[in-house]
């Protein structure tokens, strides 16, 4: 079983940054699709980007392109969510998943395991 944890969130202003890790517990995370979801209070959970096991492919949510960068670390089973230009609408708890299946999927079902979360809070 794959342990996923997140780390990096926190509060931050509009316009700021934050670099969000997930770090798996097992060396198999380096041929799983990774992707970031998260959900605001009161809102479904929803689809920020994923990357493919080799790091070749990513793909974004509209909401977030341009300014979120999706990368991997294969040797430290870790994958990252670079945070930029932050808005208070990115304010939500943040989920990184893992998936076994060599494709990239914008839904959290298609995903075999989950973090625990991370918060993000940004101020306006």
């Known amino acids: 079983q794959v342990q996923l944890v997140e780390s990096g969130g926190g509060l931050v202003q509009a316009g700021g940054s934050l670099r969000l890790s997930c770090a798996a517990s097992?060396?198999?995370?380096?041929?799983?699709?990774m992707g970031w979801f998260r959900q605001a209070p009161g809102k479904e959970r929803e689809f920020v980007g994923a990357?493919?096991?080799?790091?070749?492919?990513?793909r974004y949510a509209d909401s977030v392109k341009g300014r979120f960068t999706i990368s991997r670390d294969n040797a430290k089973n870790t994958v990252y969510l670079q945070m930029n230009s932050l808005k208070p609408e990115d304010t939500a708890v943040y989920y990184c998943?893992?998936?076994?299946?060599?494709?990239?999927?914008?839904?959290?079902?298609?995903?075999?395991?989950w973090g625990r979360g991370t918060q993000v809070t940004v101020s306006s």
């Open positions: 998943a893992g998936r076994q299946l060599p494709v990239i999927s914008i839904s959290g079902q298609r995903y075999d395991y």
């Open positions: 097992e060396r198999t995370f380096s041929t799983y699709t």
């Open positions: 990357i493919t096991w080799t790091g070749s492919s990513t």
